[in-house]
C-alpha cells in the first residue's frame, strides 16, 4: 500500500468510500459531499485502477460508473465480487442508463443499487448510509465471532465460491484442507458437497413448514484437534433452492490435547500411551493409530500391552470404557 494512501486511511473512524469514473470531474459535488459527512474518499479513473484500489484499501463501499470505456462497471463489479477479499463490499451503481435491462445487468452484476446521472449527493448519501450500516453490523458480527475462537465464511452454494471469509477461517481452512489453488476462491469440495446437503435439509423444512433443526454439523480430524462447521445463516433474500443463495458457515476448532494429558495423568501413562489409548476411545484400530503417530502397528501394540498391565484390564473394549468412565467425570463436553 502506498504511503499516500495509508495516511489518507489513517483518518480515525471515517467510512472509506472508492468512486470510479473515468471521468471524476463530473462527480466533484459528489465528492465534496462525500468529504464533508466525514468519509475518505478514494478516487479511481478506469477499472483496472479501480480493482487495484480496491484490493489495498478494502473501501466499506464502492461508487461505480457503469460506462467506461475499456473494462466496464459491470465487468469491475464481476471481478470485485469474484475475489473473496472484495466479495462483501456494496457497490452501488451510478448509471446514466434508464433502460430495465442496464438496470437488471448492474445488480446482476453484484451491485448492491443504483442512482441515474445527473448525480444529487443527498440521495447518494441516503442511500450509501443504509448499506453503510448493514455492512458495519456484519463487520462487527464476524470480528466479534472471531475474537471468540470462531471463524466466518460466506458461499454461494451454487459453485462454492468463497464470497467472504475472515482472517481466522482463511488460517483454517488452509490447515486443514491445504492451501487454495490460485484464482478465484471456492470452498474445499467435501464443504460444498455438505452446505449442499444442509441446504436441501433446511429447504425441505420450510417447505413442510416444521420447525427448523440444525443440519448436522461437519467434522474433520487433524490429531487430537477437530475442526467443526455448522449452517449459520441465510446471507441472502429471494433463493428458492439448494443451488442458489449465499450462506454463512461457521467454524470452531477444538482439541483434545488436554484430554489426552488427562489420560495420561489419571493413570500414569507416558505420553505415547495416553495418545494410544485415545485413539482406541476413539474407535481407531491398530493400523489407523500407527499411521496417525507415525508408528507401526506393531509398536502401537507394545504401547496398547503396556496400557493393559498399567489399566489392569484385557481388552481394548475394556480399556475404552475405563478410560472413557474417567475422562467423562474431568471433561464432561468430550465427545468419544
Same mark, same amino acid.
Given at each position: 500500500?502506498?504511503?499516500?494512501?495509508?495516511?489518507?486511511?489513517?483518518?480515525?473512524?471515517?467510512?472509506?468510500?472508492?468512486?470510479?469514473?473515468?471521468?471524476?470531474?463530473?462527480?466533484?459535488?459528489?465528492?465534496?459531499?462525500?468529504?464533508?459527512?466525514?468519509?475518505?474518499?478514494?478516487?479511481?479513473?478506469?477499472?483496472?485502477?479501480?480493482?487495484?484500489?480496491?484490493?489495498?484499501?478494502?473501501?466499506?463501499?464502492?461508487?461505480?460508473?457503469?460506462?467506461?470505456?475499456?473494462?466496464?462497471?459491470?465487468?469491475?463489479?464481476?471481478?470485485?465480487?469474484?475475489?473473496?477479499?472484495?466479495?462483501?463490499?456494496?457497490?452501488?451503481?451510478?448509471?446514466?442508463?434508464?433502460?430495465?435491462?442496464?438496470?437488471?445487468?448492474?445488480?446482476?452484476?453484484?451491485?448492491?443499487?443504483?442512482?441515474?446521472?445527473?448525480?444529487?449527493?443527498?440521495?447518494?448519501?441516503?442511500?450509501?448510509?443504509?448499506?453503510?450500516?448493514?455492512?458495519?453490523?456484519?463487520?462487527?458480527?464476524?470480528?466479534?465471532?472471531?475474537?471468540?475462537?470462531?471463524?466466518?465464511?460466506?458461499?454461494?452454494?451454487?459453485?462454492?465460491?468463497?464470497?467472504?471469509?475472515?482472517?481466522?477461517?482463511?488460517?483454517?481452512?488452509?490447515?486443514?484442507?491445504?492451501?487454495?489453488?490460485?484464482?478465484? #476462491?471456492?470452498?474445499?469440495?467435501?464443504? %460444498?458437497?455438505?452446505?449442499?446437503? @444442509?441446504? =436441501?435439509? *433446511?429447504? +425441505? &423444512?420450510?417447505?413442510?413448514?416444521?420447525?427448523?433443526?440444525?443440519?448436522?454439523?461437519?467434522?474433520?480430524?487433524?490429531?487430537?484437534?477437530?475442526?467443526?462447521?455448522?449452517?449459520?445463516?441465510?446471507?441472502?433474500?429471494?433463493?428458492?433452492? #439448494?443451488?442458489?443463495?449465499?450462506?454463512? %458457515?461457521?467454524?470452531?476448532?477444538? @482439541?483434545? =490435547?488436554? *484430554?489426552? +494429558? &488427562?489420560?495420561?495423568?489419571?493413570?500414569?501413562?507416558?505420553?505415547?500411551?495416553?495418545?494410544?489409548?485415545?485413539?482406541?476411545?476413539?474407535?481407531?484400530?491398530?493400523?489407523?493409530?500407527?499411521?496417525?503417530?507415525?508408528?507401526?502397528?506393531?509398536?502401537?501394540?507394545?504401547?496398547?500391552?503396556?496400557?493393559?498391565?498399567?489399566?489392569?484390564? =484385557?481388552?481394548?473394549?475394556? &480399556?475404552?470404557?475405563?478410560?472413557?468412565?474417567?475422562?467423562?467425570?474431568?471433561?464432561?463436553?468430550?465427545?468419544?
Amino acid at each position: 500500500m502506498s504511503d499516500t494512501l495509508a495516511q489518507a486511511l489513517n483518518r480515525a473512524h471515517s467510512d472509506v468510500v472508492l468512486i470510479v469514473d473515468d471521468v471524476p470531474d463530473n462527480l466533484s459535488l459528489l465528492h465534496d459531499a462525500l468529504d464533508e459527512s466525514g468519509c475518505t474518499v478514494l478516487v479511481a479513473l478506469d477499472g483496472a485502477s479501480a480493482l487495484q484500489r480496491a484490493a489495498q484499501a478494502r473501501p466499506d463501499i464502492v461508487l461505480l460508473d457503469a460506462m467506461m470505456p475499456g473494462m466496464d462497471g459491470f465487468e469491475v463489479a464481476r471481478r470485485l465480487k469474484a475475489d473473496a477479499t472484495t466479495a462483501h463490499i456494496p457497490i452501488i451503481f451510478m448509471t446514466g442508463l434508464t433502460e430495465t435491462e442496464h438496470l437488471v445487468a448492474a445488480l446482476e452484476a453484484g451491485g448492491t443499487d443504483y442512482v441515474t446521472k445527473p448525480i444529487r449527493p443527498k440521495e447518494v448519501l441516503a442511500r450509501m448510509q443504509v448499506h453503510l450500516q448493514g455492512a458495519r453490523e456484519r463487520r462487527q458480527a464476524r470480528n466479534a465471532l472471531d475474537a471468540f475462537g470462531y471463524a466466518s465464511i460466506t458461499v454461494r452454494a451454487s459453485d462454492g465460491r468463497l464470497m467472504w471469509q475472515t482472517p481466522l477461517a482463511r488460517e483454517l481452512l488452509a490447515r486443514y484442507y491445504g492451501e487454495p489453488v490460485p484464482g478465484p #476462491a471456492h470452498v474445499p469440495e467435501p464443504v %460444498l458437497s455438505w452446505l449442499r446437503r @444442509s441446504v =436441501e435439509h *433446511v429447504l +425441505e &423444512a420450510q417447505a413442510r413448514g416444521e420447525p427448523l433443526a440444525e443440519p448436522p454439523r461437519l467434522s474433520v480430524e487433524q490429531g487430537a484437534r477437530r475442526l467443526t462447521l455448522r449452517l449459520h445463516q441465510r446471507n441472502d433474500d429471494g433463493a428458492t433452492s #439448494a443451488s442458489a443463495g449465499d450462506w454463512m %458457515l461457521i467454524m470452531q476448532e477444538a @482439541s483434545d =490435547e488436554s *484430554v489426552i +494429558e &488427562a489420560i495420561s495423568l489419571s493413570f500414569r501413562l507416558t505420553a505415547k500411551e495416553a495418545e494410544v489409548l485415545y485413539w482406541v476411545i476413539k474407535g481407531k484400530i491398530n493400523r489407523d493409530i500407527g499411521d496417525i503417530l507415525g508408528s507401526s502397528p506393531m509398536t502401537v501394540k507394545k504401547h496398547l500391552e503396556r496400557v493393559y498391565a498399567k489399566l489392569g484390564v =484385557e481388552t481394548r473394549t475394556a &480399556a475404552a470404557a475405563l478410560a472413557m468412565n474417567r475422562i467423562r467425570q474431568l471433561h464432561p463436553q468430550f465427545e468419544g
